[in-house]
């Protein structure tokens, strides 16, 4: 009977695990200073480049972007990792497929089977198109993308903010309430002590 118990418990342990780290980049993503038009746009276009073939790049293309934009540059940095060692399998293999359909490109690209000069050499020759194909598949399916990202940001930042600003109102006027408080005891002591002199 423990033993069952302790599994069912692990369960759980092992998917806070993994949630935790996305539960705490959304909860700094909705604490991001700015206009929640900013920040979304900075979003949005981090998604975008987050689509592109040029992994490596993604984080600088998006914040030099963000910049000439004066969007937000560190929401645009947290988007664009949509596409991470974990999801770039499946977002290139779907931005192939897609650029490809779009380009009427019928060349399915192969790797060679043996890797020889001959085989590195059919590597680069095919590269280009490679890459133009991932370009065209990026674009189609970040567009969209960057859309929904952008409305769907913008909902949460301004729902957060909906809900934090009777917190602040009441933490505010218990602000003001015990600076009153303190001002009052303040001159209840300089009035017992002048009445001892």
Do not use: C
Request: without cysteine; glycine residues 8%; proline residues 6%.
């Amino acid at each position: 009977m423990p033993d069952h118990i302790s599994q069912n418990q692990s369960g759980p342990e092992v998917t806070n695990r993994w949630a935790e780290p996305w539960r705490k980049a959304y909860h700094r993503f909705l604490k991001i200073r700015g206009h929640p038009r900013e920040i979304s746009l900075g979003f949005a276009l981090g998604l975008f480049v987050g689509m592109s073939p040029f992994m490596g790049l993604h984080t600088a293309i998006a914040v030099l972007l963000a910049a000439l934009f004066k969007w937000n540059k560190f929401s645009s940095a947290l988007a664009v990792w949509i596409s991470n060692p974990i999801s770039a399998p499946i977002i290139y293999g779907l931005t192939y497929l897609i650029g490809a359909k779009v380009l009427n490109y019928e060349n399915s690209y192969t790797l060679p089977q043996h890797f020889d000069l001959d085989g590195l050499l059919a590597i680069i020759r095919g590269a280009p198109e490679l890459i133009w194909v991932l370009i065209v598949g990026g674009l189609v399916t970040g567009m969209p993308l960057a859309v929904i990202g952008y409305f769907g940001a913008y909902f949460a930042i301004y729902e957060y903010r909906k809900n934090l600003r009777p917190k602040l109102r009441i933490e505010k006027a218990s602000d003001i309430a015990r600076k009153i408080k303190n001002r009052k005891a303040r001159k209840k002591k300089k009035k017992k002590r002048r009445k001892r002199r």
